[in-house]
């Protein structure tokens, strides 16, 4: 069996699309999967399926909570893999290891960006303290004055680059990463 990680965009922010992770892990045990946990309430969940085809799982899930909650949300799935390496390979971290982990998020894209989309996100940086960079269909930020003051969001990255995207904070992705170790 491998081990997935679904990210869902959107739920439990502000009030908008209120999902119990209780009711989202069940949904995920009624689906068929495995060992499912959940991690806080912004729809990250750890699981296991013998499904090889992450699309497969992505549509499904999509599907139920669609069915199931009534809510059209976006789902990511990224194997265990896949998310180790991004851990891995965060760039800031490898300049600087001592860095304030609170002021790293990771942007996570569902395929390869339009590149031609970030010149424009460039000149956006040039006129503030954060810092961004893109490694394949990940974008690594850095916000000194925290991510809620960023014009570095989802909705900046899915118009520019053309591709879905969801966001964590590093210590999101690290716990991620621990959960889906055990």
């Not at 942007?107 to 893109?134: H, M, R, W, Y």
Request: net charge positive.
């Amino acid at each position: 069996m491998l081990t997935y990680i679904a990210l869902l965009r959107g739920i439990n922010v502000s009030g908008h699309h209120k999902i119990k992770m209780s009711e989202l892990k069940q949904l995920f045990l009624d689906l068929g999967y495995h060992d499912v946990s959940t991690y806080i309430q912004s729809g990250n969940v750890i699981f296991k399926s013998n499904i090889k085809e992450p699309i497969l799982i992505e549509d499904t899930i999509i599907s139920a909570i669609s069915k199931h909650f009534g809510h059209a949300i976006k789902v990511l799935i990224l194997t265990k893999n896949e998310l180790t390496t991004i851990f891995n390979s965060n760039p800031f971290l490898a300049k600087n290891p001592t860095m304030d982990i609170s002021k790293l998020h990771v942007t996570i894209l569902n395929q390869k960006p339009d590149l031609a989309g970030i010149p424009p996100i460039e000149i956006l940086v040039a006129k503030s303290n954060d810092e961004f960079q893109l490694v394949e269909n990940t974008i690594y930020l850095y916000c000194p004055n925290g991510y809620g003051n960023t014009k570095l969001n989802n909705n900046l990255f899915e118009k520019k680059l053309m591709a879905t995207a969801t966001t964590r904070n590093w210590k999101t992705i690290g716990k991620l990463v621990e959960l889906s170790n055990q």
